[in-house]
Structure formats: structure tokens, C-alpha cells
């Protein structure tokens, strides 16, 4: 069983920057993918950026170009770095871990407010 912990959400205005970490513990074993989701109010959760354990990153189109996420296994965490945000930005993040046989573990979100 791994336990994800999210950290780094908050209130910026529109252009600014924030860094999310998510960090693991427990049983950790071969994770395969980590990955960065959101959902807004009223809206199905989304993808936003993803990395595999070979180091291959994927990114939503919306956030090309402005989040990289990221990765330290020595530390067991995954962490996105979000830039030039948006209004529309705005949402709970989640993290996601997924092993080699399809588990996923999820955080408990952060939240992530943007500004006009």
C-alpha cells in the first residue's frame, strides 16, 4: 500500500508560478508511471502531465510549454512545476502512482486557485 501526500497548492495571480510535490511512502514497489491530475468544479478529472520510470514525460496541450513535472527517486516524489498560470488553472490536483500491474495510488489533492 503507498500513501501520496500533496503539498504545494495555494492562491497566485494570473502569470505567476507554483510547485506541487507529491511524496510517497509505503510500500513502494516498481512504480511504472507518476502522474499529475485535476478536476475542477462541475468538470471530469484530467490529465495534466505525466512521467514514466524510463523518464518519458506526456503533458495535456493546455499546459505545454508552461508546467514540466519531474521527478526524485531517491525521495519517492514526483513534483510539477507550474508556470505563466491561468485563471483556468484552477482546480484540485491530485497525484497518481501506478505500478507495473495497473495499481493506482491517489493523494488527497491541493488545491490550486488562480486569479484574474
Known amino acids: 500500500q503507498v500513501q501520496l501526500v500533496e503539498s504545494g497548492g495555494g492562491l497566485v495571480q494570473a502569470g505567476g508560478s507554483l510547485r506541487l510535490s507529491c511524496a510517497a511512502s509505503?510500500?513502494?514497489?516498481?512504480?511504472?508511471?507518476m502522474g499529475w491530475y485535476r478536476q475542477a468544479p462541475g468538470k471530469q478529472r484530467e490529465l495534466v502531465a505525466s512521467?514514466?520510470?524510463?523518464?518519458?514525460?506526456n503533458y495535456a496541450e493546455s499546459v505545454k510549454g508552461r508546467f514540466t513535472i519531474s521527478r526524485d527517486n531517491a525521495k519517492n516524489t514526483v513534483y510539477l512545476q507550474m508556470n505563466s498560470l491561468k485563471p483556468e488553472d484552477t482546480a484540485v490536483y491530485y497525484c497518481?502512482?501506478?505500478?507495473?500491474?495497473?495499481?493506482?495510488?491517489w493523494g488527497q489533492g491541493t488545491q490550486v486557485t488562480v486569479s484574474s
Open positions: 497518481n502512482f501506478m505500478n507495473l500491474l495497473g495499481t493506482s495510488s
Open positions: 509505503g510500500n513502494i514497489f516498481r512504480i511504472k508511471t
Open positions: 512521467i514514466t520510470s524510463g523518464g518519458s514525460t
